[in-house]
């Protein structure tokens, strides 16, 4: 199944998160592999530290197995349905593990690609001037 996520990066997690992601060791030690990763090349970003992406997950709930690895620099905010469960070949049973390929978010990927700026780029230009994103809470 595919989900939109909206997370907000937390105070203080800019470094960490762009090391973990140059070092490609965001994830490490879960089922999902480079996943994270691409996550965060497509990731686009509001001017509030919120970014959203579209996820793949093979899990009964939601985004279990990642949430752990996200939470360390997110708070996730929102996870949604990317597009209608009932359509979804893999959680009808029709084709195991069909969203590793499936095209069924093109639309929306390509939608999100046109909101906001790049998570990375931002991420990069954050941390290179030493500032974090301020505390909106």
């Not at 960490?16 to 994270?36: C, F, H, P, R, W």
């Not at 090349?41 to 093979?58: G, K, M, P, S, Y």
């Not at 009964?60 to 929102?78: D, G, N």
């Not at 009808?92 to 390509?110: F, H, R, V, Y």
């Amino acid at each position: 199944m595919r989900y939109l996520v909206k997370a907000r990066l937390k105070a203080g997690a800019a470094q960490a998160l762009l090391k973990a992601i140059q070092n490609a060791t965001l994830g490490k030690g879960s089922v999902a592999g480079d996943e994270y990763l691409r996550d965060m090349q497509n990731a686009r970003v509001l001017e509030d530290w919120t970014a959203r992406w579209v996820e793949i997950c093979f899990c009964s709930t939601p985004l279990q197995e990642e949430r752990p690895y996200w939470e360390q620099y997110f708070e996730l905010t929102r996870v949604q349905d990317a597009h209608d469960r009932g359509r979804c070949r893999d959680k009808n049973g029709s084709e195991p593990w069909a969203c590793i390929d499936c095209d069924c978010t093109l639309k929306l990927e390509q939608k999100l690609a046109g909101t906001g700026k790049s998570f990375l780029a931002a991420l990069r230009r954050e941390v290179s001037s030493c500032e974090e994103p301020p505390d909106l809470r």
